[in-house]
């Protein structure tokens, strides 16, 4: 598993493929909880963001609009590990 401030970088620079694990383990890092799983949906919140942010594999990695989702969340809430 690669540590969580590389994955971060990868997520604020775009650039890759991240492992869907690695991208769930970055989301706990930033504050969010696994509210639930439905199917291949893992939902989760996080308590300065009002929506959930549902997120799936593709194959093994995160999606790609995911990680742009995130991103942005990233920038606009000013996340940070």
């Known amino acids: 598993m690669v540590k969580a401030d590389a ?3 990868k997520v604020i620079s775009g650039q890759g ?3 869907f694990r690695d991208f ?3 989301l706990v890092e930033l504050g969010f909880r696994l509210d639930r799983t ?3 949906h893992h939902i989760y919140v996080h308590p300065e963001i009002r929506r959930s942010f549902p997120v799936q594999p593709d ?4 999606k790609k609009y995911q990680v742009k989702q995130l ?4 920038k606009t809430y ?3 590990l």
């Open 71 to 74: 991103r942005d969340m990233i």
């Open 7 to 9: 994955v971060l970088e």
């Open 17 to 19: 493929r991240i492992q």
């Open 24 to 26: 769930e383990k970055l």
């Open 38 to 40: 439905r199917g291949s």
């Open 78 to 80: 000013r996340l940070t």
């Open 59 to 62: 194959g093994s990695d995160a």
